[in-house]
């Protein structure tokens, strides 16, 4: 069974600095990974996605993530904060196998805070 | 493009009253549909998937059931709502082959009294 664990319960952080959540998964093969965002009282914003390719991944709003097969882990970094990137992240990792298969699987959120 | 809808946004219901929630995709066909529960807190909880109308797998065993009459419709419904039913449901799609990731509802934020 595949699974994904946020070691962080929340990420403060200043304005225009660099900005890290961190992200490491469990599946059997090659691991489909993403990352949402979510504002509150509404529904998940799909960030980016690793499926193959490049580690380096781009997405959304100035995110990348970085995949690291050997430490079996994916986080979601941009380089300079910004106030309204204070919300909930989610790292997700699709299952592969049985009846986990084409489902995801969400970690636990880490909610990051961003002061002016 | 592709759009998921979603009502009501909010609802307060009184225990033991019945529940039905609606999700409708627009912009695509035989998409993969899904309902989820958010506690409060922050986890995801996946009660529901359909892969195409009438066909509905439940990942736990509670007190909601799922339907899927038309091809882009999804459906919640309780017969009688408990207090543990609250929560924020979000509804979310993703192509039956392609680029895997799903795509989420705004959400219905539903109150048990």
């Known amino acids: 069974a595949q699974s994904v664990a946020q070691p962080e319960d929340q990420v403060n952080v200043a304005e225009g600095n660099p900005l890290t959540v961190k992200c490491t998964y469990s599946v059997s093969g090659n691991p489909y990974l993403f990352w949402y965002v979510q504002y509150p009282n509404r529904g998940l914003q799909f960030l980016l996605k690793y499926i193959t390719g490049d580690n380096l991944v781009k997405g959304s709003y100035g995110f990348e993530a970085e995949f690291n097969k050997s430490q079996t882990s994916f986080h979601l970094k941009k380089p300079s904060a910004l106030v309204s990137d204070s919300a909930l992240y989610f790292c997700?990792?699709?299952?592969?196998?049985?009846?986990?298969?084409?489902?995801?699987?969400f970690g636990a959120g880490t909610q990051v805070v961003v002061t002016p | 493009s592709q759009t998921i809808h979603q009502w009501p946004a909010t609802l307060v219901q009184p225990v033991g009253s019945p529940l039905s929630l609606e999700c409708t995709v627009e912009?695509?066909?035989?998409?993969?549909l899904y309902w989820y529960r958010q506690a409060a807190g922050r986890g995801l909880q996946l009660l529901f998937y359909s892969v195409g109308i009438g066909q509905i797998s439940s990942e736990v065993p509670q007190n909601l059931s799922a339907s899927r009459p038309q091809d882009r419709q999804f459906i919640l419904s309780s017969k009688k709502l408990l207090l543990s039913d609250s929560g924020f449901y979000l509804c979310a799609w993703n192509r039956l082959a392609g680029g895997y990731e799903q795509y989420f509802g705004p959400g219905t934020r539903l109150t048990v009294t």
């Open positions: 912009g695509t066909s035989n998409p993969n």
């Open positions: 997700a990792v699709r299952g592969q196998t049985g009846d986990s298969w084409g489902k995801l699987q």
